[in-house]
């Protein structure tokens, strides 16, 4: 069965630093992957998916995300962190051959000035 | 720029009662979803539909919550009788597995 792994339950870095999120899936063919955004009060937003092809998918908000097929992993990466990015943010792999999403646990995100 | 819209935003209410929160998904959105989200268990798929029909529930509890769509713009979820464990965000989403477009939850608080 598909999981995710979200490793880090919390992450501080300062506004400028760079970030990187972990997300890690068990699948056995290859799997659609993204990364969500919640901001308190909020519902999700779909940063990035990946499907196929190029294994660096850029997002919205200035975000990319790296699959690496061989680590199992479709890390979140941004290069110079803002204030407004502090949220909790979500990987997710599709279930086979079906509309379902798995969720992971989730990482909250804290930005000090 | 068209949205998941939810009601309630908030709902407070006792033991045993009624709850139904409502759904409209975005226009065109041929499969909803309905998730909860707590602290303890982060966030379960409860249900789905396509084309108005229930293609998984196995996520709710039966006995006690309940998923329909009386038409493609309304989609509702009902939990009677409440309990203070249902206490949680309950979100709708629409679209498909490509890109799921969640509205803003129902936050449930059963005393």
């Known amino acids: 069965a598909q999981s995710v792994t979200q490793p880090d339950i919390h992450i501080t870095v300062s506004e400028g630093a760079s970030l990187e999120l972990r997300c890690n899936y068990s699948?056995?063919?290859?799997?659609?992957l993204f990364w969500y955004v919640q901001s308190p009060g909020q519902g999700l937003q779909l940063l990035l998916k990946?499907?196929?092809?190029?294994?660096l998918v850029q997002g919205i908000k200035g975000f990319e995300a790296e699959f690496k097929r061989s680590q199992s992993s479709f890390n979140l990466r941004k290069p110079s962190v803002h204030w407004s990015d502090a949220a909790e943010y979500f990987c997710?792999?599709?279930?086979?051959?079906?509309?379902?999403?798995?969720f992971g646990t989730g990482t909250r995100l804290q930005v000090f000035p | 720029d068209a949205r998941v819209t939810q009601t309630p935003r908030d709902k407070v209410t006792e033991m045993g009662q009624e709850v139904t929160m409502r759904c409209q998904p975005i226009?065109?959105?041929?499969?909803v979803f309905w998730y909860r989200q707590t602290m303890m268990q982060g966030l379960e798929l409860l249900a789905y539909?396509?084309?108005?029909?229930?293609?998984?529930d196995s996520g709710m509890p039966k006995d006690r919550f309940s998923a329909e769509m009386p038409d493609a713009t309304l989609a509702t979820l009902k939990i009677q009788p409440s309990e203070p464990r249902d206490s949680a965000v309950y979100f709708c989403?629409?679209?498909?597995?490509?890109?799921?477009?969640f509205g803003p939850g129902t936050r449930l608080l059963v005393l």
């Open positions: 997710a792999v599709g279930a086979d051959h079906t509309d379902k999403l798995i």
């Open positions: 699948y056995g063919a290859t799997p659609y």
């Open positions: 226009l065109g959105h041929n499969t």
């Open positions: 990946y499907f196929s092809g190029d294994t």
């Open positions: 539909f396509r084309n108005r029909a229930p293609l998984d």
């Open positions: 989403a629409s679209g498909s597995a490509e890109t799921q477009y």
